[in-house]
């Protein structure tokens, strides 16, 4: 599922009760951290995820204009950028019919109007949390390095995740090259290569921009300092990683951690 650290996690709303959708985004806006896109055209809206991604879709099955909730559904499921995003409809339409002619369609989830409130968070965190996974990639010299970097990430970082690691810029820049990577831990101190130079390589090929990005500053000159500032890197960790880590890569890729249902409750 793609994921761009520009623009964070992104929900889709879908109805065209104009109404119903205004109060269905400051519902879920005022509650949830991500963003959350209202659309009260089907069409337009499949027009925006493919230009933005998104994360997951809610939305109304019945639509009132020529192209159904159904036939919204049927073109994400068989658009190949858009098929790995889950579907929930949040619907008035309660028979047995329309649930089934849902799921034969693939739609993952059936919400009945009116909204419960611990139902409509439950599952949204729950498709967020089981499809949205990042890729991270720990790009250090010194093995010591790298396995305390992966340690702190993979006990403390509140998504799924796929860690993959390089030693050299040479390396990482081939994993890059074939791989939808998302986060860069990325130290300095390595051969021929260095951090710095990597992340301006990066930059001159269009690929930083698409990269959230923690940087390591060790033993910087001047003339790095300065080339990071031109890069526009604002996320650093330092050296031995600590659970700050986790925060600093969470800022990096424009998240914050997944809400327990108890405390949106208490609200």
Do not use: W
Not at 8 to 29: C, S
Not at 75 to 104: C, E, H, Q
Not at 150 to 166: D, N, R
Not at 207 to 230: A, H, I, N
């Amino acid at each position: 599922m793609r994921y761009d650290a520009n623009n964070g996690i992104t929900v889709m709303l879908i109805d065209t009760n104009v109404k119903f959708l205004e109060y269905f985004y400051r519902f879920l806006n005022t509650k949830l951290p991500f963003n959350f896109i209202p659309e009260k055209n089907g069409t337009r809206a499949l027009l925006t995820a493919d230009k933005t991604p998104v994360h997951l879709f809610l939305m109304e099955a019945k639509l009132t204009e020529q192209v159904s909730g159904y036939k919204i559904l049927e073109l994400i499921k068989s658009d190949d950028k858009l098929k790995d995003i889950p579907v929930i409809f949040v619907s008035s339409l309660r028979d047995k019919v329309s649930v089934a002619k849902a799921k034969a369609l693939g739609v993952n989830d059936y919400l009945q109007k009116p909204i419960v409130p611990e139902e409509i968070f439950e599952r949204t965190i729950k498709f967020l949390s089981q499809y949205l996974k990042f890729k991270i990639l720990i790009v250090d010299y010194e093995e010591k390095h790298t396995k305390a970097a992966m340690k702190v990430i993979k006990s403390q970082f509140p998504y799924k995740c796929e860690i993959l690691t390089a030693n050299s810029a040479p390396s990482a820049m081939e994993i890059i090259d074939t791989q939808e990577i998302n986060l860069l831990i990325v130290g300095n101190n390595m051969p021929i290569v260095s951090g710095v130079r990597m992340l301006a390589m990066l930059n001159d090929q269009e690929k930083l921009s698409k990269l959230g990005v923690v940087f390591c500053p060790e033993e910087l000159s001047v003339e790095d300092r300065g080339t990071l500032g031109e890069l526009g890197i604002e996320h650093y960790a330092e050296k031995p990683y600590t659970g700050a880590l986790v925060e600093t890569a969470m800022n990096a890729l424009n998240i914050k951690p997944l809400p327990e249902i108890e405390d949106l409750e208490q609200d």
